[in-house]
């Protein structure tokens, strides 16, 4: 099993252009999560998904958009990006079960010029 | 609203010494806690997850206890060595199985 991955590994953008972070897990998890990591910082929460269709927003969704239209990816899309939107992105996912154990993907590097 | 604090943000210690990275969360009404580990540039790696039920769990060098009632978590690190030198993410699960974070401790064990 491959776990989570995610695509790309890195990505500079120019103000304004827009972009698709890719996260895929191969475990049949339900449940995916986007997470944004700046420097000094915890992780925080933009988006999750309970399920194949469903998407809610968690602490700081603004200027993000996702999808899954498939159980195993789950999309993050930058529409316009802001130099604001530089970080580090990571994807996770868990299943319901007795640990509630989420994984994490390697992440994703991004710079916003 | 869950918070979760680590203290300290730094620590420095001579190789060999244990060590205790502290954890508090604000709300003890938590499905479980994690503990990472974070390389620099690097992904999480999974080091300990506690359910709410128990009180503690153990990985070789490494202990993680839980006091949900106090709003505590501590992890125990046993003859540090240099190759320990990380952030160490503690994330509490809330009851809308959210994960929280806290912002880190950085450790630098000293050869």
């Known amino acids: 099993n491959a776990g989570v991955t995610q695509t790309p590994k890195f990505r500079v953008l120019k103000t304004g252009q827009s972009m698709t972070l890719l996260c895929a897990q191969d475990?049949?998890?339900?449940?995916m999560y986007w997470y944004r990591q700046d420097p000094g910082m915890g992780l925080r929460l933009i988006h999750y998904?309970?399920?194949?269709?469903?998407?809610a927003k968690g602490e700081v969704p603004d200027g993000y958009n996702v999808s899954r239209l498939k159980k195993q990816n789950f999309l993050l899309g930058l529409e316009s990006a802001a130099p604001s939107q530089t970080s580090v992105y990571f994807c996770?996912?868990?299943?319901?079960?007795?640990?509630?154990?989420?994984?994490f993907g390697p992440g994703t590097r991004l710079t916003v010029l | 609203k869950q918070e979760v604090t680590q203290i300290p943000a730094a620590l420095s210690v001579p190789e060999g010494e244990n060590l205790v990275l502290n954890c508090s969360f604000t709300?003890?009404?938590?499905?479980?806690l994690q503990w990472f580990r974070q390389d620099p540039g690097k992904g999480l790696t999974s080091l300990l997850l506690?359910?709410?039920?128990?009180r503690e769990q153990t990985s070789g060098r490494l202990n993680a206890s839980l006091d949900k009632s106090s709003g505590r978590s501590t992890l125990y690190i046993a003859a540090s060595q240099p190759g320990d030198s990380a952030t160490y993410l503690c994330?509490?699960?809330?009851?809308?199985?959210?994960?929280?974070f806290g912002s880190g401790t950085r450790l630098l064990v000293r050869p």
């Open positions: 506690i359910q709410s039920s128990q």
């Open positions: 475990m049949n998890h339900e449940y």
């Open positions: 996770a996912s868990r299943t319901p079960d007795t640990y509630n154990e989420q994984f």
């Open positions: 998904s309970v399920g194949e269709g469903t998407t």
């Open positions: 709300d003890s009404a938590i499905y479980n």
């Open positions: 994330a509490a699960m809330d009851s809308s199985y959210k994960l929280i």
